[in-house]
């Protein structure tokens, strides 16, 4: 394992040369509260606080002048790394004036001065196969900062599942933490993960950091053809931020005898994996609970390797701070077989209901429904109904009876895909898409997978990408009302097929009949800077039939959206489109014979909103050409309000990742990650025009 | 609406409403005009098969993380680049956990190949493998009209 660190400058050094805006910090154990202060406003978490709101009070950047903003600087992540990154998910954090972040396919670390981009220092561990083993390789979604109001520290898990402490002003390893800066988390797991350069997990979240607690989790290879349903178990662990000592650990997969191991029927807790917890933990400092969204067991879309519901897969789980203690928990789909991983932060939101002052948390979700707890009690705020869902017939799996509905909100996103979403714009392509989808299964949320067939190849379905992914929502902590993006058009074909001899232990993974069943890969898996040669792929054959009609995407607008969700009613307040309709669609001959669509919005699951004063703002996922624009992005301001648009600016790249907002002297900045296409990974800042 | 781009702003005056993309170059070559060879695309057809098909599907329909390299989306994603743009991103991106590891002339006939599958024409002479010679091409998503091929 090698460091590379470049240290030009400390931080207070380069800072006093380039800014005048160097503040104050705060004598306060934890994260730092947004606030504005001397011209500085803080981003100190990736969700701007540790409630998940990505919320800033900012307001300088307002419906008046929005489409007025202007690039003020770009930060280019190429350098970090052996090859440049086309997946750039991270956002930064801002700090009195700096801005640190992970980028690059070395996920290397810098602090760059706000005003200008200008790197002050990097960092990055060289950990060769071990992170070329990596189930999550690539940049990550970002680091976490603590100070006790002397030290500061930089904490971030390294490609190869390392957690590391930096100090903020140098970007040198603590000596205090760990050993030499390092906690190897592959180790003191509760459980043998055997090689530790091979021992399957990682992670791309960011740390958790509350008080001196830090909460990590873990992910793993991705479920569609897992090698074996035996792979690492996601325990939650929390460790000290000054020593690096582990504090406390939650068994995601219960251990004989803890609470929920019986729902693992014939002891499947002891031969099962995943059940992690990627997506970014939410903490209540008050009430000292951490709050845990629970991806899905092994595998994806067959668990009859795990009969039962399988607690504490696809829970909402708080535990205690301090000692990782269960408080309450609530499974939201039993038996998952659907690939419908937790995936979004909770929302801590204070909201009135029915005239009551509440402390809740709702949880947006890639099936289209917003839960909602109290989060104290962990009993649903409206209910949430155990409904009857349909058994599947695919030998060997084991069917809940029942999933929780919740009654209110409504849905929010598309989550079943049934004759009526099939795309209508005309007569004739409704029934090219009936005739398509013969080859098919419909049905609405829940429907199982299938036995891939030449009559019938799978279940279409909004599952794996669609509604609300890892980006997760977001929300304004004075009204009580959160916003969400989700895809409406991220659908796929599912079926199961046996996998050929050596592939995996699991009796059936996704495949398509007629096709060879290969090995699906993650998350930039295998694409890290320390990624080893390729192995020859099986031979080519005849594929299904795309799900897509003349050319159209198969199922009808909006592609994509942002819900506004009133918490308070558990109504939907406002929903728009978001995203320009794609060119193949606003360019197609019978497009343009009706006269054009109202906007589509995009296709995509790598968007998160941020929410300011005044505005909700995100960027678009795909490039379009339009008689406005030439090749590229729109980042959109909308009123929080209404929904209305108030202003749109351009960008030479396309959003993927969240946008995040902080002030240094005096100017409020929005950076926005980007990559896509012949575009790698770059942070771009805008501001208003101007010297001030 | 109002963009800050005063400059594109004024290319597109010179440039005028040509075709249907008024961003798009209207001088140069187009993918519409025939410029990979039949043989170049069955060549290119086993290195995919090969070295691509396993994560972006042997239908080139993409699978998990591996987005299509078929149909609109496609295409609209590359909408008025050039065929040097997207050669450059896949010879220094691809394989992802292995780029570079194929030859150029190998580049070129798996681009033949994405080419033919999203149905543009062949033509007589082969995609040439030099990145600054498929910088000339530009990619537009609608076929011109009256360029002929």
């Known amino acids: 394992m090698k460091i590379t660190a470049i240290l030009p400058l400390s931080v207070t050094a380069a800072l006093m040369l380039t800014t005048a805006a160097a503040a104050q910090t705060p004598a306060r154990e934890g994260t730092m509260a947004a606030r504005t202060t001397n011209g500085v406003a803080n981003w100190t978490t990736y969700n701007a606080d540790l409630k998940g709101s990505r919320y800033s009070p900012l307001d300088q950047v307002n419906a008046g002048n929005f489409s007025n903003l202007e690039i003020a600087w770009r930060f280019k992540t190429d350098i970090l790394g052996s090859r440049p990154e086309y997946k750039l998910e991270s956002t930064p954090l801002a700090v009195d004036g700096v801005i640190y972040t992970t980028g690059g396919t070395r996920r290397a670390v810098v602090a760059l001065n706000g005003a200008t981009g200008e790197l002050l220092w990097q960092f990055a561990l060289h950990e060769g196969k071990r992170s070329a083993e990596s189930p999550r390789a690539l940049s990550g979604r970002g680091l976490s900062y603590w100070t006790d109001g002397t030290k500061r520290r930089i904490l971030y898990v390294t490609i190869g599942y390392r957690l590391v402490s930096l100090d903020a002003d140098t970007g040198r390893p603590d000596p205090e933490f760990g050993e030499n800066g390092v906690i190897d988390l592959k180790k003191d797991f509760d459980q043998d993960l055997g090689d530790l350069d091979t021992g399957e997990v990682g992670v791309h979240s960011a740390p958790a950091v509350s008080g001196n607690t830090i909460i990590i989790g873990a992910a793993f290879r991705e479920g569609f053809t897992p090698r074996t349903h035996n792979n690492t178990k996601g325990y939650v662990r929390a460790f000290d931020v000054r020593t690096g000592k582990r504090m406390w650990t939650f068994h995601t997969v219960p251990k004989p005898g803890e609470f929920g191991y019986d729902t693992w029927l014939n002891k499947a807790a002891d031969v099962n994996g995943n059940t992690g917890v990627w997506t970014q933990v939410s903490v209540d400092e008050e009430l000292g609970l951490a709050y845990l969204a629970v991806e899905s067991a092994t595998s994806d879309f067959f668990g009859g390797k795990r009969p039962g519901n399988n607690l504490f897969a696809n829970s909402l789980v708080a535990v205690d701070l301090k000692t990782g203690e269960r408080k309450w928990h609530y499974q939201l789909i039993h038996h998952e077989i659907w690939d419908l991983d937790n995936s979004s932060a909770p929302l801590l939101m204070d909201v009135t209901v029915?005239?009551?002052?509440?402390?809740?948390?709702?949880?947006?979700?890639?099936?289209?429904?917003?839960?909602?707890?109290?989060?104290?009690?962990?009993?649903?705020?409206?209910?949430?109904?155990?409904?009857?869902?349909?058994?599947?017939?695919?030998?060997?799996?084991?069917?809940?009876?029942?999933?929780?509905?919740?009654?209110?909100?409504?849905?929010?996103?598309?989550?079943?895909?049934?004759?009526?979403?099939?795309?209508?714009?005309?007569?004739?392509?409704?029934?090219?898409?009936?005739?398509?989808?013969?080859?098919?299964?419909?049905?609405?949320?829940?429907?199982?997978?299938?036995?891939?067939?030449?009559?019938?190849?799978?279940?279409?379905?909004?599952?794996?990408?669609?509604?609300?992914?890892?980006?997760?929502?977001?929300?304004?902590?004075?009204?009580?009302?959160?916003?969400?993006?989700?895809?409406?058009?991220?659908?796929?074909?599912?079926?199961?097929?046996?996998?050929?001899?050596?592939?995996?232990?699991?009796?059936?993974?996704?495949?398509?009949?007629?096709?060879?069943?290969?090995?699906?890969?993650?998350?930039?898996?295998?694409?890290?800077?320390?990624?080893?040669?390729?192995?020859?792929?099986?031979?080519?054959?005849?594929?299904?039939?795309?799900?897509?009609?003349?050319?159209?995407?198969?199922?009808?607008?909006?592609?994509?959206?942002?819900?506004?969700?009133?918490?308070?009613?558990?109504?939907?307040?406002?929903?728009?489109?978001?995203?320009?309709?794609?060119?193949?669609?606003?360019?197609?001959?019978?497009?343009?014979?009706?006269?054009?669509?109202?906007?589509?919005?995009?296709?995509?699951?790598?968007?998160?909103?941020?929410?300011?004063?005044?505005?909700?703002?995100?960027?678009?996922?795909?490039?379009?050409?339009?008689?406005?624009?030439?090749?590229?992005?729109?980042?959109?301001?909308?009123?929080?309000?209404?929904?209305?648009?108030?202003?749109?600016?351009?960008?030479?790249?396309?959003?993927?990742?969240?946008?995040?907002?902080?002030?240094v002297g005096g100017k409020q900045y929005i950076i926005v990650p980007t990559s896509g296409g012949n575009a790698s990974g770059e942070f771009i800042a805008y501001a208003l025009p101007g010297k001030k | 609406m109002k963009f800050a781009l005063p400059l594109l702003f004024a290319a597109v005056g010179l440039a005028g409403a040509a075709g249907t993309s008024v961003w798009a170059q209207d001088a140069g070559k187009s993918v519409w005009q025939g410029i990979y060879t039949g043989e170049q695309a069955e060549r290119g057809s086993a290195v995919y098969a090969q070295r691509c098909g396993a994560c972006h599907g042997a239908a080139l329909n993409g699978t998990g993380e591996a987005p299509a390299l078929i149909g609109g989306e496609f295409v609209s994603h590359w909408d008025t680049m050039t065929v040097g743009d997207l050669y450059d991103r896949v010879r220094t991106t691809m394989p992802q956990n292995d780029p570079q590891s194929l030859t150029r002339e190998e580049y070129a006939d798996v681009l033949a190949f994405l080419l033919k599958n999203n149905g543009f024409p062949t033509g007589t002479q082969p995609l040439d493998k030099r990145s600054e010679v498929l910088a000339t091409i530009t990619i537009t998503a609608e076929k011109p009209t009256g360029t002929g091929g």
């Open chain 1, 354 to 663: 029915d005239g009551k002052p509440r402390k809740v948390v709702g949880l947006p979700s890639k099936q289209g429904f917003f839960y909602v707890f109290d989060r104290a009690t962990g009993m649903p705020v409206w209910p949430i109904k155990e409904t009857k869902v349909p058994k599947g017939n695919v030998p060997g799996e084991w069917y809940s009876p029942t999933q929780p509905i919740p009654s209110k909100p409504p849905v929010y996103a598309r989550n079943g895909v049934e004759e009526k979403d099939l795309i209508d714009f005309t007569p004739d392509l409704k029934k090219k898409a009936l005739e398509l989808t013969s080859k098919y299964v419909l049905g609405p949320v829940y429907t199982p997978p299938i036995i891939s067939t030449p009559e019938k190849f799978g279940v279409i379905n909004n599952w794996a990408q669609g509604g609300t992914n890892w980006p997760g929502g977001s929300f304004d902590p004075e009204t009580g009302i959160a916003y969400v993006y989700a895809c409406g058009a991220c659908i796929s074909s599912t079926g199961l097929l046996p996998p050929p001899a050596g592939l995996s232990d699991i009796p059936l993974v996704v495949g398509v009949a007629g096709q060879p069943v290969v090995m699906i890969k993650g998350p930039g898996e295998g694409a890290g800077a320390d990624s080893p040669a390729a192995a020859p792929a099986p031979g080519a054959g005849s594929g299904p039939p795309r799900l897509a009609v003349d050319g159209l995407p198969l199922v009808k607008p909006p592609y994509g959206t942002i819900s506004a969700i009133d918490v308070n009613s558990g109504t939907i307040k406002w929903q728009v489109a978001h995203g320009e309709t794609p060119d193949f669609v606003r360019n197609h001959p019978t497009i343009k014979a009706m006269g054009g669509i109202p906007r589509t919005g995009q296709a995509t699951y790598q968007i998160g909103t941020l929410v300011t004063k005044s505005l909700v703002i995100a960027g678009e996922n795909q490039f379009t050409t339009t008689p406005d624009h030439p090749r590229g992005a729109m980042l959109r301001a909308y009123d929080k309000q209404s929904g209305k648009e108030v202003g749109a600016v351009f960008m030479p790249s396309t959003q993927s990742g969240s946008p995040m907002t902080y002030m």
